[in-house]
């Protein structure tokens, strides 16, 4: 299957994985991160995935998102079987299927916040005056229009957090992935932002799956699954 | 080229240091290429740009103008050479020279015939046609030496107009006169009546029909051992000093063009290891690697391309100059030369960042890890 030829197919769930396991090999030892895991994301679910450090939500977020590949199991993306993808056509999946909003770094330090959304576009479809139009009206939406010149030295971690959404949705994705998208701001601002993702995502019906370990933030998921030592608790 | 452009947009000040650092090295480099040739023409350009095809040393020579001294037994040697068309005496020697600027050391060459040894590059005036007429090197035009100017041989007074100025055809870094033989020896004999008639210094030859030059030097150096035979360019190239003075030179080139790709090469490392995280951000949202590297290569071809120019332009204004007597020119080959070599040498240094980007694992834009951690 390629990316670049199937379009989306909008009927299928966001994402379904089945059996997947992801083992490391360190030195002669294997250190097993997902074990068996299963988890089906409907079209425009938001999923808290909840879990302590090292429990391997991280995991299976980027094995979801095309970053890293399963050791076994199944993982379908809007239709799209990537299981057995090459790097190639892993990158070309994250380019145009997916979103991320990493918990790190998040936006590319010497473009502006519309450069940061744009830079999407230049890496695949180069669509030109309709992604300019497209990033402009993110911008809006996400109640950045006077910032969109900004460096990202220059915004605030909210801001940011912001651009980084607005860039996770420059490709249309069916399904956003979030790594503790509220790991680096208070309270008060998390809870902001965690309302800005549910908003932007049921206002376009796109699933979601945010990486926490706050359980606080869980209610503005529509449910939440807990991981623990690689396994899911609930799918 | 978006992502290229952007970078260097924003961070002018890093990019710009890199490309002055490289301009001023490409001036050096050019400003070096030209002293070089100055120097070397300012040494041996009359031999390379005269008109005999072949010029015939004496061993006992060792292969300086003046110091050569053919016999008659040789030249006989030389004439009966198979592949020898003509043969032409030429005289070479130093005399002290006023100018309307004043005194000179200067060369005069007397040649018993204009096609064997006359000046080839005349760019104002004509040859010698009477006993008081020389053609004088263009580089010395500006010390008394221009067409028009008499010039006397001291002691003696013997006045010679010039009449023409032919370019790069300095001889010992001085100021160079070319007429004919009778002209030479009445220099001569103005200096010092008892000097007799000398022996010529070199003799220049021209290949007969159907004979290559080179075959008639092998010809020639076949005939004698006290012979020594040289194309003219391999005869200014041969001239005791030409090889260390050209020598020398390559060892500061080849430092220079060592230097520029280990200035580039570590910027674009250091570059890259700075910019470690967008590098794995972009990976992770779906940048194909090729295109970050891609990225990388554009701004190195910009920044040498630019380094290069400005380092040119700099360049041009002072290869028009004149340094302690030494004409400077403008090297085309050596600028078109110079920017392929640098280039290639530029691009090859940004591979090693290349590696880098080209390593870096997608995955790593979750632990916040990146180039080389």
Same mark, same amino acid.
């Given at each position: 299957m390629s990316t670049s030829s199937s379009a989306p197919d909008t009927s299928a769930p966001a994402l379904e994985m089945k059996a997947v396991r992801k083992v490391y090999r360190m030195g002669d030892a294997d250190i097993i991160a997902l074990d068996h895991a299963s988890l089906t994301v409907q079209h425009d679910e938001i999923v808290a995935l909840v879990g302590p450090s090292g429990s391997g939500k991280t995991t299976l977020c980027s094995i979801a998102g095309g970053i890293l590949g399963a050791t076994e199991g199944r993982v379908v993306v809007a239709?799209?079987?990537?299981?057995?993808y090459d790097a190639k056509q892993l990158t070309k999946f994250r380019q145009e299927r997916v979103g991320f909003v990493f918990q790190s770094v998040n936006l590319v330090p010497f473009l502006t916040a519309r450069e940061n959304l744009l830079v999407v576009d230049e890496l695949g479809r180069r669509t030109g005056a309709a992604a300019r139009a497209r990033?402009?009206?993110?911008?809006?939406?996400?109640?950045?229009?006077?910032?969109?010149?900004?460096?990202?030295?220059?915004?605030?971690?909210?801001?940011?957090?912001?651009?980084?959404i607005g860039r996770a949705l420059m490709n249309e994705p069916r399904l956003v992935l979030f790594d503790e998208p509220t790991s680096a701001l208070d309270t008060q601002l998390g809870e902001q932002v965690m309302e800005l993702i549910r908003?932007?995502?049921?206002?376009?019906?796109?699933?979601?799956?945010?990486?926490t370990h706050d359980e606080r933030i869980t209610h503005f998921c529509d449910r939440s699954v807990h991981i623990v030592d690689g396994h899911l608790d609930a799918a | 080229m978006f992502l290229a452009l952007k970078e260097m947009t924003r961070a002018k000040a890093r990019f710009g240091l890199l490309i002055a650092a490289i301009a001023l090295l490409v001036f050096l480099i050019l400003f070096q290429q030209s002293l070089q040739n100055g120097l070397l023409t300012s040494f041996v350009g009359g031999i390379r740009n005269q008109s005999a095809p072949v010029l015939v040393y004496s061993v006992d020579g060792q292969r300086i103008l003046q110091g050569s001294i053919i016999t008659p037994d040789l030249e006989a040697l030389v004439e009966s050479a198979p592949g020898v068309g003509e043969v032409g005496a030429i005289h070479q020697g130093t005399f002290t020279v006023t100018s309307a600027d004043g005194a000179f &050391?200067?060369?005069?060459?007397?040649?018993? $015939?204009? @096609?064997?040894? !006359?000046?080839?590059t005349i760019v104002e005036g004509r040859l010698a046609e009477s006993l008081d007429e020389v053609v004088a090197s263009s580089a010395d035009a500006e010390s008394g030496f221009d067409i028009g100017d008499v010039v006397r041989v001291e002691p003696g007074g013997l006045e010679l107009t010039v009449v023409g100025l032919a370019d790069q055809a300095q001889i010992n870094a001085g100021p160079t006169l070319y007429g004919t033989v009778d002209t030479f020896l009445d220099a001569l004999r103005a200096q010092n009546p008892d000097a007799g008639t000398p022996l010529p210094n070199v003799l220049g030859v021209a290949p007969a029909d159907g004979t290559t030059v080179d075959?008639?030097?092998?010809?020639?150096?076949?005939?004698? &051992?006290?012979?020594?035979?040289?194309?003219? $360019?391999? @005869?200014?190239? !041969?001239?005791?000093?030409?090889?260390?003075?050209?020598?020398?030179?390559?060892v500061i080139f080849l430092l220079y063009g060592l230097v520029i790709p280990c200035v580039t090469g570590l910027f674009f490392l250091i570059v890259t290891f700075q910019k470690a995280g967008a590098l794995t951000l972009l990976r992770a949202i779906g940048a194909p690697a090729g295109r970050l590297v891609a990225s990388l290569l554009i701004q190195a071809v910009l920044i040498v391309g630019l380094g290069y120019l400005i380092g040119t332009l700099l360049y041009t204004p002072v290869s028009q100059l004149r340094l302690g007597g030494i004409p400077l020119e403008f090297e085309t080959a050596a600028v078109i030369t110079w920017a392929i070599v640098l280039m290639a040498l530029g691009l090859l240094s940004s591979l090693v960042a290349a590696r880098r980007v080209l390593a870096i694992d997608p995955v790593q834009a979750t632990t916040g890890a990146g180039v080389g951690r």
């Open positions: 239709g799209d079987d990537i299981t057995d990033a402009d009206q993110l911008l809006e939406e996400l109640g950045l229009a006077d910032r969109r010149n900004n460096l990202p030295s220059q915004l605030s971690g909210g801001q940011r957090q912001r651009v980084a908003n932007e995502m049921k206002s376009r019906g796109t699933a979601a799956i945010v990486v | &050391d200067a060369s005069l060459l007397g040649y018993a $015939d204009p @096609a064997l040894g !006359a000046p080839t075959e008639v030097v092998a010809s020639i150096n076949a005939q004698s &051992d006290e012979l020594d035979a040289f194309t003219k $360019d391999d @005869a200014a190239d !041969a001239t005791p000093g030409v090889a260390q003075v050209r020598q020398s030179f390559q």
